[in-house]
């Protein structure tokens, strides 16, 4: 079995092969790797005679790769850079930098006090927080994690789900005693309602939720339209009217007693809200260490 050696005395010689091969010269080769001109001859001598063939033809002034020589050099450049790129990616697997993609709502709503609580517990990670309301295609988020409405079922992708999809009527303590108490969904229709337009991101809307409680409901332009969420849950807590509160988002609005459920009826989707990452990128112990506290708090706190 041929048996070449990555281990070194002095130099290693598919190293030394290489920078010979691409310089095409012996003297070249010395310097950038800091060696006599002696020793480079010197390692690529055992390499070709490890090997059994020359790998250059020698003259007075140069040398030059045999045929040999030039599909070995093409070979050994394609797997020198597979491994540098491996060392990369090991190097910054390392650091401490997690950058998470979320929507703004989620971010500020739910990420931020939870991130809060995690800092508390490692030391310092350099983090930062990337928001998007839209469901970008997930190559183009350059993140270490990434929260995204679904299934879970992403293809080339990992991930634990954060949240169910619950949807519940929600308004300020103060909205809520100066209107007459709503009895159940059909009262719902009279009041002032906040509605998000998210067509791009298909969200469930106020027609989705009265649907789910088998009524009809057509919005004829009344009540205040926002096309991002976090301006929908800002509008309930002025006092605007009532908004669809997903519950992982309004929790802890609502156990501050800023917001409060105008009835007691939740909608229940089929999608979750999901942590996720690639499969086949090298995760920074940084981002583990996030990622696998974040899966603990939520299985102690759901």
């Known amino acids: 079995m041929l048996n070449v050696s990555?281990?070194?005395?002095n130099s290693l010689p598919i190293s030394v092969f290489e920078v010979a091969a691409r310089t095409l010269s012996f003297?070249?080769?010395?310097?950038?790797?800091?060696?006599?001109?002696?020793?480079?001859?010197?390692?690529?001598?055992?390499?070709?005679l490890t090997l059994g063939v020359d790998l250059?033809?020698?003259?007075?002034r140069k040398v030059v790769l045999t045929p040999a020589g030039q599909q070995f050099y093409e070979d050994v450049s394609v797997s020198l850079m597979r491994i540098k790129s491996s060392a990369e990616l090991l190097m910054r697997s390392d650091s401490s930098r997690v950058t998470i993609a979320a929507s703004g709502a989620f971010a500020n709503y739910w990420l931020a006090s939870r991130l809060a609580l995690f800092r508390q517990i490692p030391p310092d990670f350099n983090l930062r927080i990337q928001t998007d309301n839209r469901d970008l295609d997930l190559e183009q988020y350059d993140a270490s994690l990434v929260v995204r409405r679904g299934r879970g079922d992403w293809p080339g992708y990992d991930g634990v789900q954060?949240?169910?999809?619950?949807?519940?009527?929600?308004?300020?303590?103060?909205?809520?005693?100066?209107h007459p108490s709503p009895i159940n969904a059909q009262s719902l229709i009279g009041f002032?309602?906040?509605?998000?337009?998210?067509?791009?991101?298909?969200?469930p809307n106020w027609r989705n939720w009265f649907k789910f409680y088998g009524l009809d409901y057509t919005d004829t332009g009344n009540g205040i339209h926002y096309d991002d969420y976090s301006l929908v849950v800002q509008g309930?807590?002025?006092?605007?009217?009532?908004?669809?509160?997903w519950r992982h988002i309004v929790r802890e609005l609502i156990e501050k007693h800023v917001l409060a459920p105008v009835i007691d009826?939740?909608?229940h989707g089929d999608y979750g809200f999901w942590l996720i990452w690639p499969k086949d990128r090298v995760l920074s112990i940084a981002t583990i260490k996030l990622r696998d506290w974040l899966s603990k708090h939520i299985a102690e706190t759901n």
């Open 6 to 9: 990555l281990s070194t005395t």
């Open 27 to 48: 003297t070249l080769a010395a310097k950038e790797l800091n060696i006599t001109q002696p020793a480079v001859s010197q390692a690529i001598k055992r390499l070709e």
């Open 56 to 60: 250059f033809a020698r003259s007075h």
């Open 162 to 178: 954060l949240a169910r999809e619950e949807i519940l009527p929600v308004a300020s303590p103060k909205y809520i005693g100066n």
């Open 192 to 203: 002032n309602l906040i509605h998000l337009d998210d067509v791009a991101n298909n969200h």
């Open 236 to 245: 309930a807590i002025a006092g605007e009217g009532i908004a669809l509160g």
């Open 265 to 267: 009826a939740t909608y």
